[in-house]
């Protein structure tokens, strides 16, 4: 079977999607498939770091014509978009007209949204007026992609929450996956873990926040992530002024793995809208998790994993439970290395991959 996947990729995007795709391009290509990686946004001047085992190649979505061109030179049986809703419009009318069977793989709420919208930070009355406009257009573009989406073979999501959003004969939640490697750190005093990319949706001033209310504690709050949105690197800037607060900047999988691996416990404050790669660094770590308000299919309350606070007081309180009780902080870390273990590997994630685009692939066939 030879398969299209495109995203952005790992080696100039570090990203979680662009993690899963390098994953399942890696085990799709170790069980046998051909793997064409298209993409996006490709640097003009990339070399890769290290040896890939799939093709990585330039996907210029800019018109149907260079979709079109594209397909028709690479010739795939299935295409795996984990891509959002960017650039539908070029795609799948082009998909469809070459009975090319599209897969839509689901991984943020905005996938399944009609009207989706990511939030800003905007300061004074020109930066609101600008986000209010920028929302609209948001929404109107996403609507627009949406529109596009009655016409896909099939659907797989990260989190059962999103299945059934749309109107797709063969939807499946295939979970993420996430490398064990580490690469090893250190640090002389204990320490607490936020790991994300820095823009509202995450909600970093919760993290500070918490950082703040806890300087009385013997232990270290570590914020990693990439800032992508301008307004918070003041903010994270100002933060760095707290006695018990550190910022490390972007890191590689590998890198958060390491820091993981040693810390507390892992604090989230993102919104709802997948589910984070970080989490399950974290399980597979051994470590617990306190979440402000997300609990992916509700998993760290069923299985015992940590705690989902609702709010910023009791995340605090939280926080200072686990920090001070060393067994239940142990047993909590335990069942989730053992949870994660089971649901997260990367053989599940090639396999559970490769026989929902084989049912695709051989289901077009039929009706081809």
Same mark, same amino acid.
């Given at each position: ?7 952005? *990729? ?24 051909? +793997?064409? %990686? ?13 040896? %890939? ?24 049986? +299935? ?6 809703? *960017? ?6 009318? +082009? ?7 599209? +897969? ?7 996938? &399944? ?34 529109? %596009? ?28 996956? &996430?490398?064990? &490697? ?52 003041? &903010? ?48 597979? !770590? ?8 997300? /609990?992916? /299919? ?13 709010? !910023?007081?009791?995340? !605090? ?7 001070? /009780? ?12 053992? %949870? ?26 039929? *009706?081809?």
């Amino acid at each position: 079977m030879k398969v299209l996947i495109i995203n952005k *990729h790992i080696s100039y995007a570090l990203g979680g999607s662009e993690m899963q795709c390098d994953l399942i391009a890696k085990g799709l290509s170790q069980i046998g498939h051909q +793997v064409v %990686y298209g993409a996006v946004s490709l640097p003009k001047d990339f070399e890769p770091s290290f040896s %890939y085992n799939y093709t990585i190649v330039d996907f210029d979505k800019s018109s149907r014509v260079s979709v079109k061109g594209f397909l028709e030179k690479h010739k795939p049986d +299935v295409i795996y978009w984990r891509y959002n809703k *960017h650039g539908l419009d070029k795609i799948i009318p +082009v998909a469809k007209t070459l009975d090319i069977p599209f +897969v839509y793989a689901v991984s943020h709420i905005n996938d &399944v949204t009609r009207f989706a919208y990511k939030p800003m930070k905007p300061k004074g009355l020109k930066g609101k007026l600008k986000s209010k406009l920028s929302i609209l257009k948001q929404k109107l573009q996403s609507a627009r992609q949406f529109s %596009y989406l009655k016409d896909i073979s099939g659907l797989t999501s990260l989190n059962s929450e999103f299945i059934g959003k749309l109107e797709v004969p063969l939807q499946k939640v295939i979970k993420n996956a &996430v490398t064990k &490697v580490t690469e090893p750190f250190s640090s002389e005093q204990p320490y607490v873990a936020w790991v994300s990319s820095i823009k509202a949706s995450k909600r970093p001033e919760a993290y500070i926040e918490l950082a703040k209310n806890c300087k009385d504690l013997e232990f270290l709050f570590l914020m990693i992530g990439p800032i992508q949105q301008q307004s918070y690197e003041q &903010v994270v800037s100002e933060a760095e002024s707290l006695p018990n607060f550190h910022y490390l900047g972007k890191r590689t999988p590998e890198e958060v793995n390491g820091i993981l691996k040693n810390a507390q416990l892992l604090v989230h404050t993102c919104e709802p809208e997948g589910f984070g790669n970080n989490f399950i660094q974290a399980w597979m !770590q051994g470590i617990p998790t306190v979440s402000l308000s997300f /609990d992916p /299919d509700n998993i760290i309350l069923t299985e015992g994993l940590g705690f989902v606070s609702g709010t !910023q007081d009791q995340m !605090q309180k939280d926080v200072r439970r686990l920090l001070e /009780d060393a067994k239940l902080r142990k047993e909590m870390g335990s069942k989730a290395k053992k %949870y994660a273990s089971q649901h997260f590997s990367e053989e599940r994630l090639s396999a559970e991959v490769e026989e929902f685009l084989t049912k695709i692939v051989d289901e077009n066939r039929i *009706h081809s």
